[in-house]
């Protein structure tokens, strides 16, 4: 590995992981709130939870990469969770305006 892939590595997981704390704040609004959460996509978290899990298939069968396998699988955990949460907001205040 070159230096230049070396620090394109470091970069990239650093850049991950903060994407990944990124989601607390809309998980913590998610969890608090006191209604159906209209305003956040479930869509839009489907489709980033979606990648995050064919990252970790992509990442585990093709180029056998243990940082991008931990990576891809905490995006998928936590887009998971947001559209999980989300649903269950949804289903809890259905007869709520």
Same mark, same amino acid.
């Given at each position: !590995?070159?230096? *230049?892939? @070396?620090?394109?590595?470091?970069?990239? #997981?650093?850049?991950?992981?903060?994407?990944? %704390? +990124?989601?607390?704040?809309?998980?913590?609004?998610?969890?608090? =709130?006191?209604?159906?959460?209209?305003?956040? $996509? =479930?869509?839009?978290?489907?489709?980033? +939870?979606?990648?995050?899990?064919?990252?970790?298939?992509? @990442?585990? !069968?093709?180029?056998? @990469? %243990?940082?991008?396998? /931990? /990576?891809? #699988?905490?995006? *998928? $955990?936590?887009?998971? *969770? /947001?559209? #999980?949460?989300?649903?269950?907001?949804?289903?809890?205040?259905?007869?709520? /305006?």
């Amino acid at each position: !590995m070159t230096t *230049f892939q @070396s620090v394109l590595t470091v970069l990239y #997981s650093i850049s991950n992981v903060a994407v990944v %704390f +990124g989601y607390i704040p809309q998980i913590s609004y998610i969890v608090q =709130a006191k209604d159906k959460c209209e305003h956040i $996509s =479930a869509l839009t978290y489907t489709i980033w +939870g979606t990648a995050g899990a064919l990252g970790c298939l992509y @990442s585990a !069968m093709v180029v056998g @990469s %243990f940082p991008l396998y /931990i /990576i891809s #699988s905490l995006h *998928f $955990s936590a887009c998971t *969770f /947001i559209v #999980s949460a989300l649903n269950w907001k949804r289903i809890k205040y259905k007869d709520t /305006i």
